[in-house]
C-alpha cells in the first residue's frame, strides 16, 4: 500500500545519486570557500531538485508538455545550483522555485496530476531551498529587514497553500494509484469473478473466526496489538510484529484490527491487512 510510485521512482533514486557529487563539486570549486552556508546548502538542495525533475523526464515521455517541463525545471535548477556567486542569484532562485511550486499547484488543481510521496517530497525540499534562499547572509545591510519579512510571511503562506491544495486534492479526487496523498493502491477488476466472490468470502469468514478472541481488548494487547490515536469515533491497533514481519493476507495474523470506541470502552469492528510491496499478495 506505501509502495512509490513505480514512474516517480526514478527521480528519487536520481536525486539520492546526486547529492554525494553536489557535495563533491562545492569541495572542489574554490569560489565557494568563503560562501555562506546558507547559500551553499541551497545550492546542494537545488542539484537534487533539478535531478529528480530530470530523472522523471524518461517515465514521462509520452507527455510531451510535462517531459518538456522537467527539461527546462530540471536545467534551471541545475545550473543555479552553480551560480550561487551570481549577483542576481537570489532574485532568480525565487523566481525558480516559486515558479515551481506554484506550476505543481496548478497542475494539482486542473487534474493533470496527483500527489505522491516522491512529489511531496520535492515540494518539501523545493520549500527548504527557498528559505536558504531568503536567510539575508552576514555582510548584508540594505535589504536585510525587507528579507527578514518576506522569509517570515511568504515562507510559512507558501508552505500552507502548498500543503492545503495537496490534501483538499487528495480528498476530492482519490487516485487509484496516488490515494491518500502518497499512498499505491492496487487497482482491481471492475466486477469481481466467481473465484474471487468465493475466496474474499472465504477470507472474511476466516478473518471473522480467528479475530473472534480480540472482542477482548486485552486478549489484543496480549497479542502485542497496540493503540493509536483514540480521539476519535474509531482507533486502529497495530501489531508491529505482524507488519514487520510481512504477513500476506493471514486470516490469523492480521496486520491491524479496528476498534469503536464507545463508553463501554473498544468494541472490535474488523480486522485490517498491510502489504508492504505491491504485487505481495
Do not use: C
Not at 514512474?7 to 539520492?16: F, K
Not at 545550492?43 to 508538455?65: K, P
Amino acid at each position: 500500500m506505501f509502495d512509490i510510485a513505480p514512474d516517480h521512482a526514478i527521480g528519487l533514486y536520481a536525486g539520492l545519486l546526486t547529492l554525494p557529487f553536489a557535495l563533491l563539486a562545492l569541495r572542489l570549486r574554490s569560489a565557494a570557500r568563503g560562501v555562506p552556508g546558507t547559500v551553499l546548502g541551497a545550492s546542494v538542495l537545488m542539484a537534487i531538485a533539478g535531478a529528480i525533475h530530470l530523472g522523471l523526464v524518461w517515465t514521462h515521455r509520452g507527455e510531451t508538455i510535462t517531459a518538456l517541463l522537467f527539461v527546462m525545471n530540471g536545467a534551471s535548477y541545475v545550473v543555479l545550483s552553480q551560480l550561487y556567486t551570481w549577483r542576481w542569484w537570489r532574485p532568480a532562485s525565487v523566481a525558480l522555485i516559486t515558479a515551481t511550486l506554484t506550476g505543481y499547484l496548478g497542475y494539482i488543481v486542473l487534474n493533470f496530476d496527483t500527489p505522491d510521496q516522491v512529489a511531496i517530497a520535492t515540494k518539501l525540499l523545493e520549500l527548504t531551498t527557498l528559505g536558504l534562499v531568503l536567510v539575508p547572509v552576514r555582510g548584508e545591510t540594505l535589504r536585510r529587514r525587507s528579507r527578514w519579512s518576506v522569509l517570515s510571511v511568504a515562507l510559512p503562506l507558501m508552505t500552507m497553500v502548498t500543503v492545503s491544495v495537496v490534501w483538499i486534492d487528495d480528498l476530492a479526487r482519490p487516485d487509484a494509484q496516488h490515494a491518500h496523498a502518497g499512498a499505491v493502491l492496487q487497482a482491481t477488476n471492475d466486477t469481481a469473478s466467481p473465484e474471487q466472490v468465493g475466496a474474499a468470502q472465504k477470507l472474511y469468514d476466516e478473518t471473522v473466526a480467528a479475530i473472534a478472541p480480540y472482542r477482548d481488548w486485552h486478549a489484543a494487547w496480549a497479542a502485542g496489538y497496540r493503540p493509536g490515536p483514540q480521539n476519535t469515533p474509531s482507533t486502529h491497533w497495530m501489531n508491529q510484529r505482524y507488519v514487520d514481519a510481512g504477513y500476506v493476507m493471514d486470516p490469523r495474523r492480521p496486520q491491524g484490527l479496528v476498534y469503536a470506541n464507545t463508553k463501554h470502552g473498544p468494541v472490535l469492528i474488523g480486522a485490517m491487512f498491510q502489504m508492504q510491496h505491491i504485487g505481495s499478495a
